[in-house]
């Protein structure tokens, strides 16, 4: 889907506060590390994961989104009556029920007028967010609407860390477990408009979206962590975003050179190199932050675009291709033009 009155008129980001190292995680796991005769630092050297970013106690998902939701209306310059949607695409959640959208939305205040629901789709969920938005102002349902994450892992880490230090766990369960050690916390929020609301703000077209739900059981996780089939996973990550970047170099003319920046989606050191190296992308056009911050899931991919802006990356009419895939597998590609 292609849109030609969409802005993004408003977008905010929150780090969460407390540092943990992957050093902190070693020690705290080298009983395990000693028994199972493992001695390379897979997070460091491997992912390319030094530290990853924690909530400080008693913060819900919803905490977190409110906050970058506040800090994105702000942005915009707009008051919370104004916005017609708001949709969350955390993975993570307070509860099942009800929606983390409808918290978000009575902590900012919004309207009653105002739909409010979660959309869940790994770390594509946000990307996701925006179209679903994206599609309603193009068609004049509404003026406003705010997507908003807000990701918390530190129940992942606590429950996924017992296990790991359990007396009968296995090298497999070790492997099988470790990718939840790459996770990290944060929030971001987005405020989309239509264009002629927002005179001079950046333009969302739009993207392309594909699939291979063939693997579907690649990576499967809850609350408390996360299995995953890391190899098999990165291979046919690759595949598919190959596949996708084939179909948005043609519905949106993208000319790799000519694009000058390229958000992705942030997994690790080893998923970001064989990215770029396989759609041909120059390094220094991909901002990386899972070093510091590991893969904050949906949030990553809004995270590094307000990171760029707040770098001064992004100049009027740069050209900036959205990267995002999760697993299940889905992949989307899209554009913003700054």
């Known amino acids: 889907m292609l849109f030609q009155h969409v802005a993004i008129a408003g977008l905010a ?49 919803s905490d977190a989104a409110t906050l970058a939701g506040v800090k994105a209306l702000a942005d915009a310059g707009i008051d919370p009556d104004k916005v017609g949607l708001l949709v969350n695409t955390s993975v993570s959640r307070d ?18 007028e105002c739909q ?45 860390l017992e296990r790991m230090l359990r007396a009968d766990s296995t090298e497999a369960d070790f ?17 989309l408009a239509r264009a002629e609301l ?47 970047f084939l179909v948005a170099r043609q519905k949106l003319g993208w000319v790799v050179e000519e694009m000058d ?3 992705v989606h942030q997994v690790s050191k080893v998923h970001t190199a064989a990215f770029t190296k396989a759609m041909g992308i120059d390094p220094k056009k991909v901002l990386t932050i899972f070093g510091e911050h590991g893969n904050i899931g949906p949030a990553s991919v809004p995270i590094v675009l307000s990171k760029l802006r707040e770098m001064g990356r992004l100049k009027k009419g740069n050209r900036i291709a959205l990267l995002g895939i999760g697993s299940g597998l889905n992949c989307s590609m899209a554009e913003v033009v700054w």
Not at 126 to 140: K, Y
Request: charged share 25%; with cysteine.
């Open 13 to 61: 980001h929150i780090d969460a506060p407390r540092r943990l190292s992957s050093d902190e995680i070693n020690a705290r796991l080298k009983p395990t590390l000693d028994r199972l005769g493992i001695k390379t630092d897979v997070l460091q050297e491997v992912a390319g994961i030094h530290a990853r970013r924690l909530w400080d106690e008693g913060m819900q998902a």
């Open 261 to 263: 920046e390229f958000v």
């Open 198 to 244: 927002a005179p001079g703000a950046p333009r969302y077209r739009g993207g392309v979206t594909r699939a291979a739900t063939q693997w579907n059981k690649l990576c499967r996780g809850n609350l408390d962590g996360m299995i995953t089939d890391t190899r098999t996973l990165l291979i046919e990550g690759v595949k598919l975003a190959q596949k996708t």
């Open 95 to 112: 509860y099942l029920e009800p929606s983390t959208a409808s918290i978000v939305s009575g902590n900012l205040g919004l309207g009653d």
């Open 175 to 191: 492997r099988n477990e470790l990718a939840t050690l790459t996770l990290g916390s944060g929030a971001a929020a987005m405020v």
């Open 116 to 160: 409010n629901f979660d959309v869940a789709n790994a770390c594509l969920a946000f990307l996701n967010g925006m179209d679903i938005a994206s599609r309603m102002i193009e068609r004049g349902e509404i003026d406003y609407a705010l997507v908003v994450d807000g990701e918390t892992a530190d129940l992942a880490y606590e429950k996924t």
